[in-house]
C-alpha cells in the first residue's frame, strides 16, 4: 500500500463524548500510515465548523488532514472566508464537492456545483490547494444519463481538480469502465476508490439507496440470510471488500479511499488483510 494513495474518511462528532470517540479511533487508525484523512461537511455547511475543528485536531497530532468543503446553500463571500481561514491555518489540501441542501432548504446559492466551486478555489487562492472532487462509477443519482455524468466529471477536471475520489461501490468492472471512459476523454487524473466496510446491513441498505450505491444481488441475498448475526456480517463483509479492494489495486487503481464511519475496526481488518501487515 505504500506505493498507493491511502486515506481515511470520517464525519465531525456533534458531542464531547464524540470528539474524545472519535480521536481514539483516529488514533488506532493513525497506526495504519495514512496519506491523509478527511472530513465531511454537513449539509448547507451545517457541520462547518466542526469540520474545521476536527481537521486541525487531526493536524495537531502530526497528520495531513483534508476538509471537505460543499458550496450548495453558500454564497462566494462565505466560501472565500473559509478558504482564508484553511490558508491561514496551514491545510493544503481539500475535498471539493457540490454537497446536498439540508431539508426546508430554499435556494441552492451562487455557486451551484462542484466544477463552479473549484473554479472559485482557483481563482482565490491559486494552486494552493490540492483538490479532490467525487467520481460517480455507477453515475450520480441525480445525472440524467451516464454521458451527461462524465461530462459533470470532466468539467470539474477542467475547473482544477487535482484528483477523484469515487462514491462507495461493490463492482469492479463499473469502477474499471469509468475509469476507461474517463481516460478516452483525456483525463489522466488519479481516481482513488472509495471502499465502504460492510459491518451493518440495515445500515448499508439505508445508505446505498440514498447515493445510488448498488449492492450486488448475491451479497444482498448473503447478508439478509445472517439475520441479526452480526459476527457472520462483519466476517462476510471482511472478505467482500478486501476481495474487492484487491482487484481494485491489482487492476491500477491508484489507491483507497476508505469512508470509515468514525469507526476503527473494520477499516483496520481490510488493511492488514490487504498488505499482511498488523498493528502494534
Known amino acids: ?33 495514512p496519506t491523509y484523512f478527511s472530513v465531511t461537511f454537513g449539509a448547507g455547511g451545517s457541520t462547518q465548523q466542526g469540520t474545521l475543528d476536527t481537521v486541525l485536531d487531526i493536524m495537531a497530532d ?4 483534508a476538509p471537505h468543503l460543499s458550496c450548495i446553500g453558500a454564497t462566494r463571500a462565505s466560501i472565500r472566508a473559509i478558504l482564508q481561514q484553511f490558508q491561514q491555518q496551514g491545510i493544503r489540501r481539500l475535498v471539493a464537492l ?18 463552479e466551486l473549484v473554479e472559485f478555489i482557483r481563482q482565490e487562492t491559486g494552486d494552493w490547494f490540492h483538490i479532490e472532487v467525487a467520481a460517480y462509477p455507477e453515475m450520480h443519482p441525480q445525472a440524467r444519463s451516464p454521458h451527461d455524468d462524465l461530462q459533470n466529471f470532466a468539467r470539474k477536471i477542467g475547473a482544477g481538480a487535482n484528483a477523484a475520489i469515487t462514491q462507495y461501490f461493490y463492482n469492479a468492472d463499473a469502477y474499471f469502465q469509468f475509469v476507461d471512459n474517463v481516460r478516452k476523454l483525456g ?11 460492510i459491518t451493518n446491513y440495515t445500515q ?5 439507496d440514498m447515493c445510488g450505491a448498488e449492492i450486488p444481488r448475491w451479497v444482498r441475498l448473503k447478508l439478509a440470510s445472517f439475520g441479526d448475526d ?8 471482511l472478505d467482500v471488500v478486501t476481495d ?17 464511519m468514525n469507526q476503527a475496526a473494520a477499516t483496520t481488518a481490510i488493511w492488514q488483510r490487504l498488505t499482511g501487515q498488523s498493528t502494534r
Open 98 to 115: 457540490r454537497g446536498d441542501l439540508p431539508s426546508g432548504y430554499g435556494g441552492a446559492g451562487e455557486l451551484r456545483y462542484a466544477n
Open 244 to 260: 474487492l479492494a484487491e482487484r481494485l489495486l491489482a487492476g491500477g487503481a491508484p489507491g483507497l479511499h476508505f469512508y470509515s
Open 1 to 33: 500500500m505504500e506505493t498507493h494513495n491511502f486515506s481515511i474518511e470520517f464525519f465531525p462528532p456533534k458531542t464531547p463524548e464524540g470528539v474524545e470517540k472519535l480521536r481514539v479511533t483516529r488514533r488506532k487508525l493513525a497506526e495504519l500510515n
Open 204 to 208: 448499508l441498505m439505508r445508505f446505498s
Open 62 to 65: 502530526g497528520h495531513a488532514a
Open 187 to 197: 483525463i489522466e487524473v488519479p481516481i482513488v476508490a472509495g471502499i465502504m466496510p
Open 230 to 237: 452480526s459476527a457472520s456480517i462483519k466476517a462476510f463483509g
